[in-house]
């Protein structure tokens, strides 16, 4: 009579399923720290970059500001250099007009006919206004006509002319204009030109 012999398979099939899931668990693990650790690169890469964008930010920042203030320092020269121009024209001018002013005042003088005398002379600009008193009308029209035959002066305008007594005497108060001519400038600085110049001794 044979004998069955009968075998029981359930022990190899459970621990045949642990084992699969040790292995999914350990996959899994495994995955989870690659994964992890591509996190954590990733994470100090895009520092790394932040932090090196930071510092080119920083510097280019700081580069401007010192671009910046050299602007205004070269801002602040020109203005003082356009000052400094201004000053020397100012003085320059003033060292023209003060030679300019007295040979003005010294035509005045040789266009002043006798018995003619200035009692004021303002000056606006170009324009001159000129009170005074003569013997006669016939003195200040020689006046005009000695001022508009000027090179110096031009449009002499009698604006005021009174007769008056004085004592026994009638004289005319007087209030003209007369305008400077441009011409008198150009003169003066050609004499200025035309002067001879002192030869300097040469140095032994």
């Keep these: 009579m044979a004998t069955r012999t009968t075998l029981n398979l359930l022990p190899w099939r459970e621990i045949r399923r642990k084992e699969m899931d040790r292995q999914l668990l350990s996959v899994l693990a495994f995955v989870s ?3 992890a650790a ?3 690169y990733a994470h100090l ?6 932090e090196n964008q930071q510092m080119r930010n920083k510097y280019l920042t700081d580069e401007i500001t010192k671009v910046d203030k050299q602007i205004a320092e070269i801002k602040e020269l020109k203005q003082q250099r ?6 020397m024209n ?26 003619v005398y200035f009692s004021s002379v303002v000056q606006k600009d ?6 005074g008193v003569a013997q006669s009308n016939a ?6 006509r000695n001022l508009d035959e000027s090179n110096w002066f031009t449009q002499p305008i009698l604006k005021i002319i009174n007769v008056k007594k004085q004592n ?14 441009d011409k008198s400038a150009k003169e003066l600085g050609a004499e200025e030109d035309a002067k001879p110049q002192t030869p300097q001794k040469g140095k032994r």
Excluded: C, W
């Design 90 to 115: 100012i003085i320059y001018q003033l060292q023209g007009a003060r030679t300019q002013i007295v040979r003005v005042f010294d035509e005045f003088v040789r266009k002043l006919p006798e018995g």
């Design 126 to 131: 170009k324009n001159f206004t000129l009170k």
């Design 82 to 87: 356009q000052a400094l121009i201004s000053r």
């Design 168 to 181: 026994a005497d009638r004289i005319s108060e007087f209030d003209l204009t007369v305008v400077q001519t």
């Design 139 to 144: 003195r200040v029209s020689a006046l005009m």
């Design 33 to 35: 720290i690659l994964m």
């Design 38 to 40: 591509l996190v954590f």
């Design 45 to 50: 890469h895009v520092s790394g970059l932040i």
